[in-house]
């Protein structure tokens, strides 16, 4: 260095004055805002936790990351412009140390520090050198440990979802070499600070003056005293096309794991559903317990279920569909006849029997109402529905499923029975009782009634879905209205009145009760894991809420979106199996529900998007990257 005054900063570099500063501080933002918070809550894993550790809040972390993420293209956009600089300043003949000066001169002050003018007059030229080189090592240091943040998440997280890395060493990567260069940097230049206020301190106790020198950039080079080596700008071309790179790495996991962490939360949101009304149902329902027919256990479960699988198909020329067994009898006559609304002899709709026909056939019959009654009760199928009636289990599935399924069967293509139909087989048995107690038998009557009820709780029982649940309570409900009229136009008051005590009991029961879901979504998840092994819950709500959870729980939080599941939840996997599974047939569906409602994502083909957005995801069969895979396949993404 020479003690002449000269310009600075040098010609065509005052756009660079001072930006080392800024690219470190806007990499600082970007760890705190991005990096911090998001691996922070990557690195939490709870014991069966729902959205991770913020619950609720879950958004706050989208919002900290798109602001970060704002920082870390910023300060990505400026190294690359920083670099670009550098190169057409090399071009023109500065040395690498003449534009780390002017990089690192964030308190405008290097050009009295490089000619040793004002408070930099009592240093001498080695303690000036070394003061330069500290301000551009601190400020390095710092800039460094920002970019060391972006680089260690994006790779970092890439390696933890392939496996390769746990949460802690994952957080010790990222954060620890950026420590130890932000210690090393605030260090350097708290170090050079005090060597410049004891400098002004000197300073201060004699005059002062400015002198700048106003040449061009040669002479300003031969004031200097320094000459520019030109290999120095071929290197530039490799770092700026790494900044791209880097900046590419670094958005990818951004743009990638932030919207992941919202789909579980979301569709959280949207898919609790409403039971109240079910609920009431089944208490409602409850009044009818005690009036089920007498059991007989030589009839097995299996026998039961394929019973449920004949007369589900009563009436139906179709096919099964893909996943459903053919019954193994097919009963062509419908349940009921098929006439127009108003050629019903009897006047009324047959979803109306259960209220109305017993008092209807109490008044009497028409020589046609008649007729037309003998016909619904000498339907051939009605032997079966009373014999499955004194059932004490069914095994619904090893009947209805064909199995093993294809494999581009889910469960949200699982086929569904034709349940309508078997409505009408309650209503024809409703019938049948109807006219055997004008003829006088009044325990047959009552007989076929109760099997009406029984039926209705063998599928509310063991029915595996929730629709079998419903129908059963559905077919309680028909039987007991019309079991209590019987026992009231029959003149059996005391049974009616017993009957319609419980029933009067059960309804304010339901009534009182509170049907409500937990207060916060996150709540109501975690409720999932015990709601799903309660077995006081109907079975077929049971099957519901493991289906929802299995669908959402991948994408529930970062920690599990990055490394998987998790042990917990496999264990949680293993309670559930235990709890659900009934019969061995009920394997098939179990191995279903595992995949949640999209199902395994061996059928479904990947593209480049997916496989994109999958690079910084688990990809085992039951993970968020498989949903964002049938998400693709679905035209979603």
């Not at 005054?5 to 470190?24: F, H, K, N, S, Y």
């Not at 970007?30 to 879950?58: C, E, S």
């Not at 039987?479 to 029933?503: K, N, Q």
Request: glycine share 10%; net charge negative.
């Amino acid at each position: 260095m020479t003690g002449e005054p000269i310009r600075w900063p040098p010609p065509g570099l005052e756009r660079m004055q001072g930006d080392l500063a800024v690219l470190a501080s806007r990499a600082a933002l970007a760890g705190m805002l991005l990096v911090a918070p998001l691996l922070g809550v990557v690195g939490v894993a709870q014991d069966r936790g729902a959205f991770g550790p913020l619950a609720d809040a879950w958004w706050v972390l989208i919002a900290l990351g798109i602001a970060g993420l704002a920082f870390a293209l910023d300060a990505l956009s400026r190294l690359f412009r920083i670099l670009r600089r550098c190169r057409a300043a090399l071009e023109q003949g500065y040395t690498p140390a003449t534009l780390g000066r002017v990089l690192a001169d964030r308190n405008r002050d290097m050009g009295f520090l490089f000619s040793g003018a004002r408070h930099f007059s009592v240093l001498d030229a080695r303690e000036r050198e070394g003061l330069a080189t500290m301000r551009v090592a601190g400020w390095g240091l710092m800039c460094s440990a920002g970019l060391w943040l972006l680089m260690a998440m994006a790779v970092g997280l890439f390696a933890a979802a392939r496996g390769m890395i746990g949460a802690l060493p994952l957080q010790v990567i990222a954060f620890f070499p950026a420590g130890v260069l932000y210690v090393a940097g605030i260090l350097t230049m708290l170090l050079q600070e005090e060597r410049v206020r004891r400098a002004r301190r000197l300073w201060f106790k004699q005059p002062w003056a400015l002198d700048l020198s106003e040449t061009e950039v040669r002479e300003w080079q031969q004031v200097a005293g320094v000459r520019a080596d030109p290999s120095m700008k071929r290197g530039l071309h490799v770092e700026i096309s790494a900044v791209v790179g880097l900046a590419v790495i670094i958005v990818l996991p951004v743009l990638t794991l932030l919207p992941a962490s919202a789909v579980g939360p979301l569709m959280t949101a949207v898919s609790i559903p409403s039971f109240e009304r079910y609920g009431q149902r089944v208490m409602s329902g409850e009044a009818y317990r005690s009036y089920r027919v007498d059991g007989d256990v030589s009839i097995s479960a299996e026998e039961a279920g394929t019973i449920l699988h004949r007369l589900l198909f009563v009436g139906s020329t179709d096919g099964a569909a893909p996943g459903e067994s053919e019954p193994d009898i097919r009963i062509e006559r419908a349940w009921l006849p098929v006439m127009a609304p108003d050629e019903n002899p009897m006047g009324f709709e047959p979803f109306q029997w259960g209220d109305s026909l017993m008092p209807r056939v109490a008044q009497g019959l028409s020589s046609e109402q008649r007729s037309y009654l003998d016909e619904v009760a000498g339907h051939p199928g009605l032997a079966a529905y009373s014999r499955l009636a004194t059932a004490t289990a069914m095994d619904v599935g090893s009947a209805r499923w064909d199995l093993p399924f294809p494999a581009s069967l889910t469960l949200a293509t699982l086929p569904i029975p034709n349940f309508a139909s078997f409505r009408d087989a309650s209503r024809a048995q409703i019938a049948a009782a109807g006219l055997a107690w004008i003829d006088g038998r009044d325990e047959e009557a009552e007989q076929r009634l109760r099997e009406v009820i029984s039926v209705g709780f063998l599928m509310a029982d063991d029915g595996p879905t929730l629709i079998d649940n419903l129908i059963g309570y559905t077919l309680v409900d028909l039987g007991g209205s019309a079991l209590g009229d019987f026992y009231r136009l029959s003149g059996r008051t005391g049974a009616a009145s017993e009957l319609s005590r419980l029933r009067q009991v059960a309804d304010r029961n339901a009534m009182m009760a509170r049907w409500s879901v937990p207060t916060s979504n996150d709540a109501w998840v975690r409720s999932l894991y015990t709601m799903t092994t309660d077995t006081t819950i109907a079975r077929g709500l049971r099957w519901e809420y493991y289906i929802n959870l299995a669908t959402i729980a991948p994408c529930l939080s970062l920690n599990r979106i990055v490394f998987g599941l998790g042990e917990d939840y496999s264990s949680f996997v293993d309670e559930a199996r235990a709890s659900l599974v009934r019969w061995p047939s009920d394997e098939a569906i179990f191995e279903l529900a595992r995949h949640g409602w999209m199902g395994s994502p061996s059928s479904v083909e990947s593209s480049l998007v997916s496989r994109i957005a999958r690079l910084y995801m688990d990809t085992g069969p039951s993970s968020c990257g498989r949903f964002v895979q049938h998400m693709q396949a679905a035209g979603t993404l």
